[in-house]
Every structure is written in structure tokens, then in C-alpha cells.
């Protein structure tokens, strides 16, 4: 039996043997453009270090603006799926009271700050 296992791994290695050298000048050719445009980019960066704090001054505002975006979202979501749950908790039978008392709170709340508010 462990002929017959050790086989298919020699056919294996003979497989990847008989592909590599046909394939080795291609992967060679394309590490050596991305080696030459990433060395390009980074001398590039060197040469004008005002342009690449800018860059990177930039691309922080912009990632800064979406997390703020993308969160207010969410929390805008949360809440809202937050008071639907808690709507649908006020008719269960025994913590229906408290579920009720806290939506009553929130209200109460709400209502001092003067933001409206969509629960009935």
C-alpha cells in the first residue's frame, strides 16, 4: 500500500517539475516590472517628500471622513433596530413593565432635547 500512495505524489512532483520551467521566465519577468515601478514610485517619494505628506495627509482626511460616515450609519441602524426590539419587547408577558418603564425613559429623554422621535 505504500507504493501505491507514494505514486501519486511522484506524479505530482514530476507534474510540477515538467511546469516550472516554462513558467519560471514569466514570473521572473513579472517580479522584475514590479520591483522596477515599486523602486520608481518609492525614489519618486524621496525626491518630493512634501508631495508624499500631502499624499498621506490626504489619504488620512479621507479614511478619517469615511469611518465618521460609515459609524453614524451604523449607529443610526442600531438604534433604530435597537427600539424596534425593544417595542416588541414591551408586550411580553413578564418583563414587558420594565421594557415599557425604559421606552418611557427614552421618551422622557428625547423629549428634553427636543429631537424627534418615532416611537409610539
Known amino acids: 500500500m505504500s507504493e501505491t500512495e507514494h505514486k501519486p505524489e ?8 515538467f511546469l516550472l520551467p516554462h513558467q519560471v ?3 521572473v519577468q513579472q ?3 514590479a520591483l522596477t515601478s515599486d523602486t520608481q514610485e ?10 508624499f505628506l500631502w499624499q498621506n495627509f490626504m489619504l488620512g482626511v479621507v479614511r478619517g471622513l469615511g469611518i465618521v460616515f460609515g459609524m453614524t450609519v451604523l449607529g ?5 433596530f435597537l427600539f424596534i426590539v425593544l417595542r416588541w419587547m414591551e408586550h411580553l408577558p413578564l418583563i414587558g413593565g420594565l421594557v415599557h418603564h425604559i421606552v418611557d425613559l427614552i421618551r422622557d429623554f428625547m423629549s428634553q432635547q427636543k429631537v424627534p422621535v418615532g416611537i409610539k
Do not use: G, H, S, Y
Open 10 to 17: 511522484a506524479e505530482k512532483k514530476e507534474e510540477i517539475e
Open 76 to 80: 443610526a441602524f442600531l438604534v433604530a
Open 25 to 27: 521566465d514569466t514570473v
Open 42 to 51: 518609492l525614489l519618486q517619494m524621496m525626491k518630493n517628500p512634501r508631495k
Open 31 to 33: 517580479l522584475r516590472k
